[in-house]
């Protein structure tokens, strides 16, 4: 081997293009262990996985393009990795936690729910190649994207663990979020999109507070943080249809668009 082949093989083992793979593979190695923690019927640390699981997958794509290290390697295998956390091992901790006990048709839904996820996942990816999309689509999904849907679909559970499980581990009640879940993954609906969002310099400090605050009080008081997150994201999706309806009228809204961020991340 040449020289010049060892140099290229070296410069394809970047710091920058490993640190978000790297934390890619965390990411599927918490959806992994939320699965091992529901065998074991240890549901609160099952729960727990899948939300460190979005914090990793949160941070691989804004790091790699923090140190210029996207890489449609990195993109791949964060779609491999979100199908596994957030389509995957939510399906079966709802499965072992509620839906065994509704036979062929609970596994049955449990199968549809990841399907869907995959094809989310996958009509991501494809939309990333059309250049002729405007710039301000980049604020918006088409669909619930992974790591949401896996927190919506999980949210039984969330509650169960403050309002007790008499109504919510029914299968009847998980079935629910299963379809209407899986719905929304493969549906149109347009859902904000935060990646792409500026905060002005002088609303950093205040900014930096509230986020400092959150975490508080999610360390505090994790289910019932949680389950208003999840709540308030909900309540967003009326919001996102109105302005993005408002984007395709043409109508001028004060917003921040970044049209030179490019996002190899799905979600």
């Excluded at 999309?133 to 663990?161: C, E, Q, R, T, Y």
């Amino acid at each position: 081997m040449n020289v010049s082949q060892k140099k290229r093989r070296l410069q394809h083992l970047s710091i920058n293009t490993m640190i978000p793979n790297i934390l890619t593979l965390l990411a599927l190695a918490s959806g992994l262990t939320g699965m091992r923690f529901a065998f074991q019927e240890r549901w609160e640390f099952a729960v727990l996985a899948i939300a460190v699981a979005a914090v990793f997958d949160a941070l691989d794509g804004r790091i790699a393009r923090l140190l210029k290290g996207a890489s449609k390697f990195g993109a791949e295998l964060d779609s491999l990795s979100d199908f596994v956390c957030f389509g995957v091992a939510p399906a079966m901790i709802l499965y072992l936690w509620a839906m065994q006990d509704a036979g062929r048709a609970g596994w049955l839904l449990v199968m549809l729910f990841a399907m869907c996820c995959g094809l989310r996942l996958a009509r991501f990816n494809v939309a990333l190649d059309d250049e002729n999309a405007p710039a301000w689509k980049g604020n918006f999904f088409s669909g619930v994207p992974a790591p949401a849907g896996a927190g919506l679909v999980l949210l039984p559970m969330i509650l169960a663990f403050q309002l007790g499980d008499d109504v919510l581990r029914s299968p009847w009640v998980v079935s629910l979020f299963l379809l209407a879940v899986g719905a929304m993954f493969v549906s149109s609906v347009p859902t904000y999109s935060f990646k792409k969002m500026v905060v002005p310099r002088r609303r950093l400090l205040a900014t930096m507070l509230t986020v400092t605050m959150v975490i508080a009080f999610i360390a505090s008081l994790p289910w019932l943080s949680l389950s208003i997150i999840l709540g308030s994201y909900l309540i967003s999706m009326p919001f996102s249809i109105r302005a993005h309806k408002r984007f395709e009228a043409g109508e001028e809204i004060d917003e921040e668009i970044d049209e030179d961020d490019t996002d190899l991340e799905p979600v």
